[in-house]
């Protein structure tokens, strides 16, 4: 059985039929939603390369996956999305104290599964989670702040997707590893190819947001633009832009009368003339270079690291 | 120096100086509002029962307030209420992203600050915080549930007040015995202690916000009756009262065109007619009579027990 399919029937089997039906029906709903399942998996996949019991890593896994899914019912909350995975939200089925209700008990339910982690190891995977849970809360105000700041650098944007998104890739990959008894250097190696694919990952997403085909892709492209998101695409057009071109970019994302269409097509033939595009796959390929390198460090043989190397090479084959 | 100023100390002296500022600004403003501090307190004086050290008991103690303040802070949020210990509460100084963001860091928060306890008490101490901490959210779920259910009976009230009161005093006293090395015997009995002050002393705010005298009270009297609050005041009158005061009862009740000091009076009058003051009394004095029992249970002296018999007694001398 390969690890998602080891976490995907474990989350199948999680028992939400739980009173009061108001707290718990909610989360059920949420969980039931499907996804990649990418946290759990990474865990068993880190656990497997150091031959531990799936069975030991499990808590965890399922631990992070409670924990993602927390963070994104809050998430949709706080920016009033309607749609999660071609679904209504939590917010706009039931409704916004509900929402905030049973977020919070997914929250207590994340650390409920986690406590069942051995207890020589539960301090230390404890500790990681709780740094990695307030990284990851950091990030989300980091990205509200960025809204409304002008003086937002490329620096600050790659700090921001490291909090918000790469943090918690790295924290599944090393407390799998943690768990099944690999040494320090390894965990390291490990956390550091998570958060060089995360960022990595964000980075083509952003690009895809741009670049992307709709129906590939998944989602409507154009957001970010339409939203004058301050993406890796925007900070590196404003840097390389000229001032009468920086001028128009600004006045084109704040034109709020325009059609989007034409908005979208105007700032992406701007950001073409620019080569931005090319310089976030430049982006792109160094996180991943740096990925693979950290994966060279790892003491486990060549056949245990391929899975690591095809799933960097999955996430990034995503193509427009 | 007391249980009380201990933690006060140690509360003070928390950091929340940190970045991004829009994350924890609302955390030291929430955790500098002052308030009893029962519940570190708590955690403390059991922990000195047992002699325990209190620096070891300083962590579990301190997660006990951050994390009784994070459910405050959402609570306002899903009532909307306006004012806190007399100052604006975090989603009206800020908004209400605010509020559901730095609540959430605050329950992680109260995790982190819980995983600095002895690795070898780690484990149950975690376990039983997770317990209580989901408790909580069912009470909150209950006490939502119940304002639209019309078959809420007396035994689902206190029910719901044990999840969303008495539970979170009760771990207190159950961990700070723990982390000292109390026995289960001695863990139970404060445990159940804990349970029955804390159904006491909600009776008695029941009771208070009909009969009390709102300068000593500290807050407005009448609001349960105005927003038919099914207490155990109203719930008790319902089953006492005659089908003609049953009707005249709930005719009042949802009135909504009524003067507020007419309705408050013409309520008060009923449940005067119908004796559920002594009732509620009588109610009070059972479970504090169970809660002083518990204590007979416990393994230490009766100097040792003097401070919570104390407690039990000033708790419960909130005189109208």
């Not at 949420?30 to 865990?43: F, M, N, V």
């Not at 808590?59 to 998430?75: C, I, K, Q, R, S």
């Not at 008990?105 to 994340?110: D, F, G, S, V």
Request: glycine fraction near 6%.
């Amino acid at each position: 059985m390969t690890a998602t399919e080891y976490v995907q029937q474990a989350i199948a089997e999680l028992d939400w039929q739980r009173e009061p039906r108001g707290l718990y029906e909610p989360i059920g709903y949420t969980l039931s939603a499907g996804g990649k399942r990418l946290r759990p998996s990474l865990a068993v996949i880190a656990s497997d390369m150091f031959d531990g019991k799936r069975e030991e890593v499990l808590p965890a896994a399922l631990a992070l996956e409670v924990f993602h899914n927390f963070t994104l019912l809050h998430d949709d909350v706080m920016d009033k999305a309607s749609v999660r995975r071609g679904r209504p939200t939590v917010h706009v089925r039931w409704n916004e104290n509900t929402a905030i209700l049973s977020g919070d008990q997914m929250l207590i339910e994340a650390y409920s599964l986690l406590s069942k982690v051995r207890a020589d190891v539960l301090p230390e995977v404890l500790r990681l989670f709780n740094k990695m849970a307030t990284e990851i809360c950091e990030g989300q105000q980091y990205d509200v702040d960025f809204e409304t700041r002008d003086d937002v650098q490329i620096e600050d944007y790659m700090m921001m997707i490291r909090l918000k998104t790469s943090v918690l890739l790295a924290n599944a990959l090393q407390t799998g590893a943690l768990i099944a008894g690999a040494g320090e250097a390894d965990q390291t190696a490990l956390y550091n190819y998570g958060i060089e694919t995360g960022l990595a990952f964000q980075l083509q997403d952003d690009l895809l947001d741009v670049y992307g085909n709709p129906e590939t892709f998944g989602k409507a492209t154009g957001g970010d633009i339409l939203c004058a998101k301050k993406t890796f695409m925007l900070l590196t057009a404003m840097q390389s832009a000229s001032d009468r071109e920086r001028n128009l970019l600004s006045r084109l994302l704040a034109d709020k009368s325009m059609d989007s269409q034409e908005k979208i097509a105007a700032v992406t033939e701007i950001y073409t003339g620019l080569n931005v595009r090319q310089a976030c796959e430049e982006e792109m390929k160094k996180h991943t270079d740096i990925a693979l390198a950290e994966l060279d460090k790892l003491s486990v043989s060549s056949e245990k690291k391929l899975i690591l190397i095809k799933l960097a090479e999955k996430l990034l084959a995503r193509k427009e």
